[in-house]
């Protein structure tokens, strides 16, 4: 594992536009998402990170509940597959079949998209308004750092405020979970 210098989009500026691959064979625009839905998700994702494994029924739930509103997730695989090939374009589409993903994931195998948005770690949940601004950044919620307490849903109240034209009240948390892999 290398450590690499990250850029960063804080919340408040727009985010990275992107063309990606999708385990659907389709490539992918942000900018597409953006003119079709009021709020577009995007969760960096691994298809090993134990973390991430926590995580993938909530993610699933929480398409289901809030897409009719005009939200959708997009999950983006950055990690190298280079070393480790549970990571491969293949093992992505094993991993969306095996959990049923009701979210297009795509795979970021060049990690400039990752790099640009800032993701050092898997998952980390970027919330962007309709314009292509970054609202929301962080843990999809509380539960991954405090297991036996109450769930502070992050990702979810950042949506629902976004949908609801409200101010969003905790605008970033801290990302928790592993480490993204980087080419050297």
């Known amino acids: 594992m290398s450590v690499l210098e990250t850029m960063d989009t804080p919340v408040g500026k727009y985010a990275p536009d992107f063309e990606l691959p999708g385990i659907d064979n389709q490539v992918h625009h942000l900018r597409r998402y953006l003119e079709k839905f009021r709020a577009v998700g995007v969760i960096s994702m691994s298809n ?10 909530k993610l699933k739930k929480l398409q289901a509940e809030i897409g009719r509103e005009g939200f959708t997730l997009i999950g983006v695989n950055g990690n190298i597959a280079q070393n480790d090939p549970n990571e491969s374009f293949d093992n992505m589409k094993a991993f969306a079949r095996s959990y049923q993903l009701n979210f297009p994931y795509l795979w970021d195998s060049t990690q400039d998209v990752t790099r640009s948005f800032g993701a050092i770690k898997t998952p980390t949940a970027f919330l962007i308004d309709r314009q292509g601004i970054v609202r929301y950044k962080g843990q999809v919620d509380s539960t991954a750092q405090q297991p036996s307490s109450p769930e502070k849903a992050y990702l979810k109240n ?8 409200e101010e969003i009240r905790l605008t970033e948390t801290e990302a928790l979970g592993s480490s993204l892999v980087w080419r050297n």
């Open 48 to 57: 090993h990170c134990p973390y991430v494994e926590l995580y993938v029924d």
């Open 158 to 165: 950042a949506i629902v405020s976004l949908l609801k034209e």
